[in-house]
């Protein structure tokens, strides 16, 4: 995309089975909400640093994603940012993030690691919801809340160490987790 781009809009690229690699220019600030949705080809992204924002759906079903880097301008993983993106293993969500939306990483077959920052206070519904591989998650001392079903039918999720700042685990957060 080119540096005059500042904003990838609504649906922008949506459904594009095509579309195997994108690379922001710098000067984009914003990807906009379902913008890859159901690029079921897109295999990486490198988010430039200037990017602050990553809308609702933004990678929803982008199945074929291994590798995504998130700048550290970013505070917020967005609703169902990277919901079903079944291919990605890793994430690292970067310091500064301090919210990470309902369902943002729901349905991640493959996440076998996710190292969460120092700065995280919020862990929406349904954040991690069926990353059957997930083996161990480890808290920052800035948690407060982990919602509803945030980690449910994580089956292989074996360890949890919970911070003294975290003031609210809710119901079946962890159900399902063997």
Same mark, same amino acid.
């Given at each position: 995309?080119? !540096?005059?781009?500042? *904003? %990838?809009?609504?649906?922008?690229?949506?459904?594009?089975?095509?579309?195997?690699?994108?690379? =922001?220019?710098? @000067?984009?600030?914003?990807?906009?909400?379902?913008?890859?949705? @159901?690029? %079921? !080809?897109?295999?990486?992204?490198?988010?430039?640093? #200037?990017?602050?924002?990553?809308?609702?759906?933004?990678? *929803?079903?982008?199945? &074929?994603?291994?590798? /995504?880097?998130?700048?550290? #301008?970013?505070?917020? /993983?967005?609703?169902?940012?990277?919901?079903?993106? &079944?291919?990605?293993?890793?994430?690292?969500?970067?310091?500064?993030?301090?919210?990470?939306?309902?369902?943002?990483?729901? @349905?991640?077959? &493959?996440?076998?690691?996710?190292?969460?920052?120092?700065?995280?206070? /919020?862990?929406?519904? @349904?954040? =991690?919801?069926?990353?059957?591989?997930?083996?161990?998650?480890? =808290?920052?001392?800035?948690?407060?809340t982990i919602g509803t079903e945030a980690f449910a039918y994580c089956v292989k999720l074996a360890s949890v %160490? =919970?911070?003294?700042?975290?003031?609210?685990?809710?119901?079946?957060?962890?159900?399902?987790?063997?």
């Open positions: 995309m080119p !540096s005059s781009a500042v *904003y %990838s809009g609504v649906e922008s690229f949506s459904n594009n089975n095509e579309l195997t690699g994108v690379t =922001f220019a710098k @000067g984009v600030t914003t990807i906009g909400e379902s913008a890859f949705q @159901g690029c %079921s !080809s897109l295999a990486a992204i490198t988010i430039p640093d #200037g990017v602050t924002s990553i809308g609702d759906g933004a990678f *929803y079903e982008c199945s &074929s994603l291994t590798a /995504i880097t998130i700048p550290d #301008g970013v505070t917020m /993983i967005s609703e169902s940012a990277f919901y079903r993106c &079944s291919s990605l293993t890793a994430i690292t969500i970067p310091d500064g993030v301090t919210t990470i939306a309902a369902d943002a990483f729901d @349905g991640y077959a &493959s996440l076998v690691s996710v190292t969460l920052p120092n700065s995280l206070k /919020i862990i929406e519904r @349904g954040a =991690f919801r069926g990353c059957a591989r997930l083996t161990s998650v480890a =808290f920052p001392d800035s948690l407060e %160490s =919970f911070p003294d700042s975290l003031d609210n685990v809710e119901e079946f957060a962890f159900t399902w987790c063997d």
